[in-house]
């Protein structure tokens, strides 16, 4: 296993806006970024955190990613929205479309977004979260699919044909630990065999391919031309296609090329069907008397989907984050190419204040 360093969460976000900064990203939509990530890697979801810096700061100068771009609005109605990102960052795409929706949803009782240019827009349970802590429940789907290729393969078949392809849902719960559905379709997200790979260490079994269609665990033989496997087999599969269709309602398909996909978000007003207090207390007293039951032999407990997002929040905001120092390094080599330090002195008052 490679080498990793602990940080605290307020240097990690710092240090993620002033590279994103210096590549002239404007300095709100850099903070977005910079949370977003940072919180990705709070909930254990190391995939989705600081170790795509690298990869966006490429995208940006490669002109595949416009740092300045602010999402449009394009058309509305009292419950729908359509947001085109204007290929900038998703992050600051999604959070802004979900603020709207949650907005829209407080009026209208719910409100459906689709999205379009708006590239990766981070861990989805972000979004989710966002909806179920504004008294919503929140849901965010991304799906791609096409006859011409992909990552993952699909039940039964020889080569890969879809993306990963994830869900997340998140219902309030009245406090400070909602109640948090996030996972790819594929076995395991993309992301998770590239934070594999910076680590040196090799994935679960029954996860991936090689290109000739044989089990693997190595990283190299997924980047050598391997694909993903979905979960579930035939249920995870659907799911993956159902992704897709969704994302398909923003219009982004093609007939020739037999594909579609694209980003989805819903946010429901629970108050249009029921008083949210009361909804949120029989949600807590329901999810607390699914995990009284008895742990079976070789578990500790039960838990409840957003338990684990938590605890792994509150154990790092003590003690720390392990980035690989792969990463690391790559990073600081950026800082480096742009010209700017990325030494703890990075950290602004406001960094320190955003994680206590």
């Known amino acids: ?30 903070e977005n970024v910079a949370e977003i990530l940072v919180n990705a890697n709070l909930a254990g979801h190391d995939s989705h955190g600081v170790i795509r810096i690298p990869s966006y700061l490429q995208s940006i100068i490669d002109g595949r990613t416009q740092p300045v771009a602010e999402p449009e609005f394009v058309s509305e109605t009292a419950n729908t929205l359509r947001v085109d990102g204007g290929s900038g960052f998703g992050h600051h795409t999604a ?20 999205l379009v240019h708006t590239g990766h827009i981070g861990r989805l349970g972000e979004y989710a979260e966002q909806a179920a802590q504004a008294g919503c429940i929140g849901i965010t789907t991304n799906g791609s699919g096409s006859q011409d290729g992909g990552n993952i393969v699909p039940f039964g078949g ?22 948090i559905i996030d996972f790819a379709t594929s076995m395991i997200a993309g992301g998770k065999i590239l934070f594999a790979q910076s680590r040196g260490v090799d994935l679960p079994e029954d996860c991936i391919v090689d290109k000739h269609g044989n089990p693997s665990v190595k990283t190299a033989d997924f980047y050598d031309g391997g694909f993903l496997l979905p979960f579930g087999k035939h249920k995870g599969y659907a799911f993956s296609l159902l992704m897709c269709l969704l994302g398909g309602l923003s219009g982004n398909f093609d007939l020739e090329r037999g594909a579609m996909g694209g980003q989805f978000m819903l946010a429901l007003n629970v108050s249009a069907f029921t008083p949210l207090e009361a909804y949120q207390e029989g949600v807590r007293a329901f999810l607390d008397g699914i995990k009284s039951i ?63």
């Open 158 to 179: 020889a080569r890969g044909a879809l993306g990963t392809n994830p869900i997340s849902v998140g219902i309030p719960t009245g406090d400070d630990t909602p109640f």
């Open 95 to 114: 959070r802004k479309a979900m603020e709207r929706a949650i907005e829209k949803a407080k009026e209208a009782d719910s409100c459906s977004v689709t």
């Open 1 to 30: 296993m490679g080498t990793t360093h602990a940080f605290q969460a307020s240097y990690l976000h710092a240090m993620t806006r002033e590279v994103l900064i210096a590549s002239d990203t404007p300095r709100h939509i850099a």
């Open 294 to 356: 008895p742990a079976a032999p070789g578990f500790d407990e039960v838990l409840v989907p957003g338990d684990f997002e938590h605890r792994s929040r509150l154990q790092r905001l003590a003690h720390g984050v392990d980035i690989p120092d792969t990463t690391y390094q790559e990073i600081l080599e950026w800082g480096e190419k742009l010209g700017v330090s990325l030494s703890e002195e990075v950290v602004e008052a406001a960094d320190v204040e955003r994680y206590e």
